[in-house]
């Protein structure tokens, strides 16, 4: 079964806005990803975060962690049309040799010019 | 990051017939991982391909329908076999880097008909 679940599952601003995704999990993690896909293609790597850090921030991006809520939030500020895509989380559970990522549904981000 | 390459980038084959997605890695790296993205879908994990032994498959993947084959550390392929049109996806490979992160390849777009 799916570890994470997004929402929203679709999300429409316009381009300068700020658009925040959220992710909910439902086991103790080692840490938390986030990609990027744009229609359908590879995924791109967006940022790590550990069940030890609570926020982290690259460029634009900024995500959250509550392990206590086992959630966690990735906000996109001064959005752009390039960020229409989907964006997924994905998790790693804790406990020795964990290495599997669990993916979840993804939110379809729309940003219109 | 580690850099990685799939191909073929995309194909369309018959009902019955194999397809062998190779993918290639710029650096060594001890694990490989398989995944599947079915339309619309999020990604599942297929199998973990470590060189010198058996791939390890998840639930619902079995090795004479996903034939794996890891040669050295920096190359692997994934055989689709018998297909049929429910083996129309998105197939990605991705490699664990030394702060585990996962990052993935372009992807194989396979069209069954």
């Known amino acids: 079964s799916q570890q994470g679940e997004e929402d929203p599952q679709a999300l429409s601003i316009q381009e300068g806005e700020n658009a925040t995704m959220n992710c909910s999990y439902k086991?103790?993690?080692?840490?938390l990803q986030w990609y990027r896909q744009n229609s359908g293609r590879g995924l791109v790597h967006l940022i790590l975060i550990r069940s030890n850090e609570r926020e982290k921030h690259s460029g634009r991006l900024r995500v959250t962690l509550d392990t206590s809520k086992k959630s966690s939030s990735l906000l996109i500020t001064a959005s752009r049309a390039a960020d229409t895509a989907s964006y997924f989380c994905a998790t790693i559970s804790s406990g020795a040799g964990s290495y599997q990522l669990t993916f979840g549904k993804g939110t379809k981000l729309s940003v219109i010019p | 990051s580690a850099v990685i390459s799939q191909k073929p980038s995309r194909d369309i084959c018959q009902r019955g017939t194999s397809l062998t997605i190779q993918c290639q890695v710029d650096s060594q790296v001890t694990m490989m991982f398989w995944y599947r993205q079915q339309p619309g879908q999020s990604l599942t994990l297929i199998a973990t391909a470590n060189q010198g032994s058996e791939a390890t498959y998840e639930s619902g993947f079995v090795i004479d329908k996903f034939p794996i084959s890891r040669p050295n550390l920096t190359f692997s392929t994934l055989t689709v076999s018998n297909m049929s049109p429910e083996d129309s996806s998105i197939y990605l490979c991705?490699?664990?880097?030394?702060?585990?992160?996962?990052?993935f390849g372009p992807g194989t777009r396979l069209t069954v008909l």
């Open positions: 991705s490699v664990e880097d030394q702060v585990d992160e996962q990052f």
């Open positions: 086991t103790s993690i080692n840490n």
